[in-house]
């Protein structure tokens, strides 16, 4: 049962991004792969940049803390490091690690990338689609 209900999920969700890209009910609506690609990508590399950048200043002293009454260190592991800047470039923030010392700044500054740099995006779609409504 457990498995249908997953496959079911899965598809819904599919499908109404099927339709959200392909959907041409706006009149200036359209959805450019070039675009979306190069942002997913810049978004990607800076998360995976991060990420080595959090690795590399927990050397000496661990950086990220899980959020219990223990506080103890998160295990020193790239894959943990590349999961919390995940969840930071992403805004989604669980709050499973906290940040410490020089960690709290840069989690901030890849926080407001990831907020700002979609937006830069949309905007610039946005603005292309003016630029050619004006020629």
């Not at 080595?52 to 998160?74: E, Q």
């Not at 020089?102 to 740099?117: K, N, Q, S, T, V």
């Amino acid at each position: 049962m457990a498995t249908i209900v997953t496959l079911g999920a899965i598809l819904f969700i599919v499908v109404n991004l099927i339709y959200f890209f392909k959907d041409k009910h706006f009149k200036y609506s359209y959805f450019s792969t070039a675009l979306f690609l190069k942002l997913f990508f810049v978004l990607l590399s800076i998360m995976i940049a991060f990420a080595v950048l959090y690795y590399a200043l927990s050397f000496d002293n661990p950086m990220l803390r899980i959020s219990s009454p223990s506080g103890k260190p998160v295990e020193h592991t790239f894959l943990n490091y590349l999961y919390y800047s995940g969840v930071t470039i992403l805004s989604v923030g669980y709050g499973d690690y906290i940040p410490t010392g020089h960690l709290r700044f840069f989690a901030l500054l890849e926080a407001a990338i990831g907020l700002l740099l979609p937006t830069a995006y949309f905007m610039k779609v946005l603005d292309s689609k003016s630029n050619k409504g004006n020629e």
